[in-house]
């Protein structure tokens, strides 16, 4: 399944976290980043929107017959 913008974001910062290695709690990095998205520029956000983007449409390339059906 294709990550939509906000996931791009939230993933290229725990990158970041990684790299400081500076422990965090998921939970508490996700709220953060929650606010600090909702803050974002537009022309920032829009980087990430184009990002997942191209992200879906190369998944509908690769897998041109995928239906997301979550478990219930």
Not at 5 to 14: D, G, K, L, T, V
Not at 33 to 59: D, F, I, M
Request: glycine share 2%.
């Amino acid at each position: 399944r294709p990550r939509n913008a906000f996931m791009i974001f939230r993933s290229e910062y725990c990158m970041d976290v990684k790299e400081s290695q500076v422990e965090h709690d998921h939970r508490m990095i996700s709220k953060i980043l929650g606010e600090v998205w909702r803050n974002l520029e537009p022309e920032r956000k829009e980087h990430y929107k184009q990002l997942a983007a191209e992200e879906k449409r190369v998944h509908t390339i690769k897998y041109p017959n995928y239906r997301f059906s979550p478990q219930q």
